[in-house]
């Protein structure tokens, strides 16, 4: 990832469900970037209009990427508004997500 990030912290202070909804209110498109103590790969959200659409974490993709970042309650995050040129392999709203 290169450029300065919009949004970064630590998970302590905002979970991964705070920071989905978060970006999806303000309908941005960009990459989220997890660094956390769980595991030595980032885990990566892609947006697009505030909707993830993709992820990766380690060797999983897609949901199961997703919803594996869930337990991540320490490291920290940022992000950065850029443009995406993933495949949308997330089929569900992010309300969906988040609720799952």
Known sequence: MNGKAD???NLNFL???DLIQLIGSNGVTGILRIIGHYSQHPGLIYFDNGNPINAENGIL???DALNSLFGWSR???EFIRQPVSVQNNIKKSRMQVILD
Do not use: K, Y
């Open 7 to 9: 949004l970064s912290g």
């Open 15 to 17: 979970n991964l469900a």
């Open 61 to 63: 993709t897609g949901i």
């Open 75 to 77: 490291g920290e995050f």
